[in-house]
């Protein structure tokens, strides 16, 4: 038994690809199918069947769209109500992939009907866990609906347990989420490989023994999470077709001109230091890199169109990105020899060294404001920042987060909505070096 990790770092979660050298298992594949196909044609693999431990909340699955282009047994909870024939899984059930054989565990708490599947060849198992048991921690109990999070994180106390006990600790673990992902909870590390005898030392869902203070325990330290993870669910249970990565031909720059004039999100990709020294007025900063996906999609109005610009590597990147939280076919744009403008960008000991403090926006979230903040300041989560922009103080207004990303994006939104801005581009722990308070 082999398995491949195919990891998507920008959103923090990881799929497999499972064999015995001819016959694969693919479990919780995102949309963009065809690296899951380069990497079945490079093993000289047959893809028979795909899985998923759950509906997912996070991104859209490729695992519908998968299993038809190969003719494979699409596997999915039995009480999950879906739009789409599938092989319907049950607790208990076993079925053979090529000498391999996979059995279904019931792992209620990330969701009601998770599925865990341990899978076993020549004495060896591996357990592909999903939402359920993480490297440290589990996946959070909260995104089905706010009256099931306390009972929900009980079972998933419960069925963390009941699979470590059920399986040899020498059993490899396989988690989707727990690599930055929203959907992990508590202290999930992040590590890049373990064995279940590893979590039964080091995970507190097994290691903390009293059910009601680790319920406790998880629940107050659940944060904020995506809103467009609304999304997601509903679309996995209507059966999402696979990503289109087409780059369409660029707008003409009056045509991106006329669509700046109209209120429409235009978004730079490029890097928050250049998007600051000059960028066409009225577009939106998003940087690309492993958080953009994230923060666009929980940034922007849902559903509202969205034109890309940026060198062709980055928008190429930023279409299939987008693709897996249902942000399809984004528009590209041309902006040369459009008018710019320009915003300053600051760090910390610049603000020391005001006479006065002037006007401060904190764009981090709720909980990390409420960790500590600086005197005065007025914090106003990215997320919600569009909606609430009327709510910053007049004046110029210094905005800064914890590393200056989302202070960046945070800028580009006051200086669209005609605010003199200056982007804290600073990281947040070192406010207190210069005597910040």
Not at 65 to 72: Q, T, Y
Not at 118 to 147: C, E, I, K, W, Y
Not at 319 to 339: E, N, Q, W
Request: glycine residues 10%.
């Amino acid at each position: 038994m082999n398995v491949e990790t195919i990891d998507t770092a920008a959103l923090g979660d990881r799929s497999y690809l499972v064999h015995d050298g001819t016959t694969a298992l693919v479990v919780d594949p995102q949309r963009d199918i065809d690296r899951v196909e380069e990497l079945a044609g490079r093993l000289g693999v047959r893809i028979t069947h795909v899985a998923e431990t759950h509906v997912h909340n996070d991104y859209v699955t490729g695992g519908l769209a998968l299993a038809r282009r190969h003719g494979a047994e699409y596997l999915v909870a039995a009480a999950e109500d879906v739009s789409y024939q599938r092989r319907a899984v049950r607790p208990g059930d076993r079925l053979a992939v090529g000498s391999m054989t996979v059995t279904a565990v019931a792992t209620p708490g990330h969701t009601e009907h998770h599925l865990a599947y341990v899978v076993t060849h020549d004495g060896r198992q591996a357990v592909f866990s999903g939402g359920s048991l993480l490297f440290g921690s589990v996946g959070r109990t909260d995104l089905v609906a706010p009256d099931k999070t306390v009972p929900l994180t009980h079972a998933q106390y419960r069925s963390a347990r009941d699979l470590a006990g059920q399986v040899d600790p020498a059993a490899t673990l396989h988690p989707t989420h727990g690599f930055g992902s929203f959907c992990s909870s508590g202290p999930a590390t992040g590590a890049g490989a373990s064995t279940v005898g590893e979590q039964r030392s080091a995970n507190h869902a097994l290691t903390d023994h009293d059910e009601q203070h680790f319920v406790n325990t998880l629940i107050a330290n659940l944060t904020a999470y995506p809103s467009y993870y609304a999304h997601m669910a509903p679309l996995n249970r209507s059966g999402p077709g696979a990503s289109d990565l087409t780059v369409p031909e660029p707008l003409r720059p009056d045509a991106v001109r006329e669509l700046l004039d109209a209120g429409g999100w235009v978004v730079d990709l490029r890097s928050r230091v250049a998007f600051a020294a000059s960028h066409v007025r009225g577009a939106v900063g998003i940087e690309y890199g492993d958080s953009f996906t994230t923060y666009l999609g929980w940034t922007l109005p849902w559903g509202e169109p969205v034109t890309l610009v940026g060198d062709e590597g980055a928008v190429r990147a930023a279409i299939r990105d987008l693709s897996r939280i249902g942000v399809d076919r984004p528009g590209v744009g041309r902006v040369d020899g459009l008018p710019t403008t320009s915003y300053r960008r600051a760090g910390w000991a610049d603000l020391a060294a005001l006479p006065d403090r002037p006007v401060l926006l904190d764009v981090r979230r709720v909980d990390e404001h409420r960790a500590g903040h600086l005197a005065g300041s007025t914090g106003i989560p990215l997320h919600d920042l569009v909606r609430r922009i009327g709510e910053v103080p007049p004046g110029e207004v210094w905005v800064h987060c914890a590393s200056g990303y989302r202070a960046g994006i945070a800028a580009s939104l006051l200086h669209r909505a005609g605010r003199e801005v200056v982007h804290v581009d600073d990281e947040w722990a070192r406010a207190a070096d210069h005597g910040l308070s």
